[in-house]
């Protein structure tokens, strides 16, 4: 199982990145994703989970409606759209592998993260 971010990188407030994962060694289609991140003294906590077809989605609630979960099943990449951003979205940001999906988040496998600074 192999999970590699990209599109981490520095953006000033108001500003717009597109995070991809791009996923091998398993089959993508059939299992639900999640970002994660992790600001500088934090733990780390979920930002958004996307079922396997796309068809359900969740948020960490005070993200909703400036960041987009999304995946294409036939590249085997998910992404994660985020605007409007601001500096406390600072942070290394993790795609993982869904492995549980109830009242919590569980993931299995985890990429290597790519860092995201907001900052003027």
């Known amino acids: 199982v192999q999970l590699v971010e990209s599109g981490g990188g520095l953006v000033q407030p108001g500003g717009s990145l597109r995070l991809s994962c791009a996923a091998s060694?398993?089959?993508?289609?059939?299992?639900?994703m999640s970002w994660h991140r992790q600001a500088p003294g934090k733990e780390r906590s979920l930002v958004a989970a996307?079922?396997?077809?796309?068809?359900?989605?969740q948020y960490e609630e005070s993200l909703k409606g400036r960041f987009t979960i999304s995946r294409d099943n036939d590249k085997n990449i998910l992404y994660l759209q985020m605007n409007s951003l601001k500096p406390e979205d600072t942070a290394v940001y993790y795609c993982?592998?869904?492995?549980?999906?109830?009242?919590?988040?569980?993931?299995?496998?985890w990429g290597q993260g790519t860092q995201v600074t907001v900052s003027s």
């Open positions: 993982a592998r869904v492995s549980t999906w109830g009242s919590k988040i569980g993931v299995d496998q």
């Open positions: 996307i079922s396997s077809a796309s068809s359900r989605t």
């Open positions: 060694g398993f089959p993508f289609s059939s299992y639900p």
